[in-house]
T-cell receptor, first 110, second 115 residues
Framework: DQQVKQNSPSLSVQEGRISILNCDYTNSMFDYFLWYKKYPAEGPTFLISISSIKDKNEDGRFTVFLNKSAKHLSLHIVPSQPGDSAVYFCAASFGNQFYFGTGTSLTVIP | GAGVSQTPSNKVTEKGKYVELRCDPISGHTALYWYRQSLGQGPEFLIYFQGTGAADDSGLPNDRFFAVRPEGSVSTLKIQRTERGDSAVYLC?????????????FGPGTRLLVL
């Protein structure tokens, strides 16, 4: 039973444009959400997070939006750069357990 | 480097064999997590340690899987009587303390293939 879902396996964006990665979850107990970035043959790297008491968190080119009523979060990358090309996982947590989505492979075209 | 390291990077074994996967966390990190990532899936939580004790092992799929962290640093994930379905990348992560707001630092993973 997948509690965190990323329905787009891949996304291609032109350099300089906005990348929007989406994530849906089913468990209303989740109270913290995270995005990780993963390059091939490496472990995931933490990117940005948001608490369930907020609806937006921004860090440089990266912004995460949380819509609790829709059980939806998204990651915006503006402007997108070729180095952003990677697999992006969203994750949700309650307690000390973390549930990951299946990932979205982002390709930023120069 | 001072990151999380995992050994071996790749492990090929035969069905029914026993394997051990090792994780060296970042020095001083109290919390340590094990995940399993199957092909096309995201990391799946297995177990986490707070110090030497397994604080939550509810993600271990069955009793063939066991993990230890005897001195609160290095951890070993042990899989008995391996099955082909155990083939996956096993990821380890550590964080200074347990908790969602503590950044987890992942190792590169051990790719296990059971023939």
């Amino acid at each position: 039973d997948q509690q965190v879902k990323q329905n787009s396996p891949s996304l291609s964006v032109q350099e300089g444009r906005i990348s929007i990665l989406n994530c849906d979850y089913t468990n209303s107990m989740f109270d913290y959400f995270l995005w990780y970035k993963k390059y091939p043959a490496e472990g995931p790297t933490f990117l940005i997070s948001i608490s369930s008491i907020k609806d937006k968190n921004e860090d440089g080119r990266f912004t995460v939006f949380l819509n609790k009523s829709a059980k939806h979060l998204s990651l915006h990358i503006v402007p997108s750069q070729p180095g952003d090309s990677a697999v992006y996982f969203c994750a949700a947590s309650f307690g000390n357990q973390f549930y990951f989505g299946t990932g979205t492979s982002l390709t930023v075209i120069p | 480097g001072a990151g999380v390291s995992q050994t071996p990077s790749n492990k090929v074994t035969e069905k029914g064999k026993y394997v051990e996967l090792r994780c060296d966390p970042i020095s001083g990190h109290t919390a340590l997590y094990w995940y399993r990532q199957s092909l096309g899936q995201g990391p799946e939580f297995l177990i986490y340690f707070q110090g030497t004790g397994a604080a939550d092992d509810s993600g271990l799929p069955n009793d063939r899987f066991f993990a230890v962290r005897p001195e609160g640093s290095v951890s070993t994930l042990k899989i008995q009587r391996t099955e082909r379905g155990d083939s996956a990348v096993y990821l380890c992560a550590s964080s200074p303390l347990a908790g969602a707001q503590e950044t987890q630092y992942f190792g590169p993973g051990t790719r296990l293939l059971v023939l």
